[in-house]
């Protein structure tokens, strides 16, 4: 599986910004997807994970009621939907797959099957 993320940018507190994460692959339905950030000098952490129905959802509580993670199989695209930015979101985002929805946590990132290139969300004051 090979995931190209998209859709990241330079926008104000309070805007809105979509991700999108294209997946290759036609097994790509078969697995859990997961959106993890990276902020200069901090490790990677969890945000948002799906399982691969789009029956279940988990969100780290940071971003709880601000964020929608959903995806489209039928496109193989995880989508991550962004809603009342704020600075401290401002990072590198990337999309993960994995097969056990359980790994898409921030204590599990070197275990995460594959992972997409990172896209820059930058939230300015």
């Known amino acids: 599986v090979q995931l190209q993320a998209s859709g990241g940018g330079l926008v104000q507190a309070g805007d809105s910004l979509r991700l999108s994460c ?3 692959g036609r097994t790509f339905m078969r697995y859990a997807g997961g959106w993890f950030r990276q902020a200069p000098g901090e490790e990677r952490e969890f945000v948002a994970a799906i399982t691969w129905s789009g029956g279940s959802t988990y969100y780290a509580d940071s971003v709880k009621g601000r964020f929608t993670i959903s995806r489209d ?3 193989n695209t995880v989508y991550l939907q962004m809603n009342s930015l704020k600075p401290e979101d401002t990072a590198v985002y990337y999309c993960a797959a994995d097969v056990i ?3 898409m946590t921030s204590s599990a990132v070197g275990k995460i099957d594959y992972w997409g290139q990172g896209t820059q969300v930058t939230v300015s004051s």
């Open 73 to 75: 199989n039928a496109k």
């Open 101 to 103: 929805i359980g790994t």
């Open 22 to 24: 294209a997946a290759s």
